[in-house]
Nanobody
Framework: QLQFVESGGGLVQSGGSLRLSCDTS????????LNWHRQAPDNERESVAS????????AYAESVKGRFIISRDNVKESVYLQINNLRPDDTAVYYC????????????????WGRGTQVTVSP
């Protein structure tokens, strides 16, 4: 059964850091690029980071470049997002999903999404 289980979110002050994790199951993990997405209240879900299937390439949205670091462990079948220098506009629910091709414009392969993990950044 396909599952994405995100964790690691929380309430932090501006300038703080968090490390998000996404544990997966039921997926040919090493086959797919993976993206982290986020959705802020009243906004559409947006992709913020992408990592190729073997982890050799990464890409980021301009709004997070230099602050977010995506990584993956193909043995543990997990993907991670280190987020540094957090800002209030990073407040959102963060999700992971497999994408059809590498890049922050990659389209999610599966219509199924996990529950996400809430990141809230106070001024």
């Amino acid at each position: 059964q396909l599952q994405f289980v995100e964790s690691g979110g929380g309430l932090v002050q501006s300038g703080g850091s968090l490390r998000l994790s996404c544990d997966t199951s039921g997926l040919h993990f090493g086959y797919y690029p993976l993206n982290w997405h986020r959705q802020a209240p009243d906004n559409e879900r947006e992709s913020v980071a992408s990592i190729s299937n073997l982890g050799q390439r990464t890409a980021y949205a301009e709004s997070v470049k230099g602050r977010f670091i995506i990584s993956r462990d193909n043995v543990k079948e997990s993907v991670y997002l280190q987020i540094n220098n957090l800002r209030p506009d990073d407040t959102a629910v963060y999700y992971c999903n497999a994408v059809q091709r590498f890049g922050v414009d990659g389209v999610a392969v599966f219509p199924y999404w996990g529950r996400g993990t809430q990141v809230t950044v106070s001024p």
